[in-house]
Nanobody, 126 residues
Framework: QVQLVESGGGLVQAGGSLRLSCAAP????????IGWFRQGPGKEREFVAA????????HYVDSVKGRFTISRDNAKNTVYLQMTSLKPEDTAVYYC???????????????????WGKGTQVTVSS
């Protein structure tokens, strides 16, 4: 069992920045692919970004490319999502997810991840 803990959410004005963290206390998750997903009010869960364990390749949904950056610090068992130029439509609960066996073609599919955090709220005001 992998426990994931998200932090860093909050209220920010449009154009502002936040950095989300996803930590796995006591667990070395360098071999896990980590994904960030979000779910806005009345919306389905949406893929945001992912970083692979093998090679560390990164993947983004088109709407956040150039604004969000996913990175990982395996020494700290933490994955970050740096969010800049935030927009009101980025408002959502952000979740991180982990899986060790997920294949490249499935990194955008939330159903393929075994472990999830409880989420952190991001609210962007206009």
């Amino acid at each position: 069992q992998v426990q994931l803990v998200e932090s860093g959410g909050g209220l920010v004005q449009a154009g502002g920045s936040l950095r989300l963290s996803c930590a796995a206390p006591g667990r070395a998750f360098s071999t896990y692919t980590i994904g960030w997903f979000r779910q806005g009010p009345g919306k389905e869960r949406e893929f945001v970004a992912a970083i692979r364990a093998s090679g560390g390749s990164t993947h983004y949904v088109d709407s956040v490319k150039g604004r969000f950056t996913i990175s990982r610090d395996n020494a700290k068992n933490t994955v970050y999502l740096q969010m800049t130029s935030l927009k009101p439509e980025d408002t959502a609960v952000y979740y991180c997810a982990a899986d060790r066996r997920i294949i490249l073609s499935s990194v955008r599919m939330h159903q393929q991840y075994d472990y999830w955090g409880k989420g952190t709220q991001v609210t962007v005001s206009s």
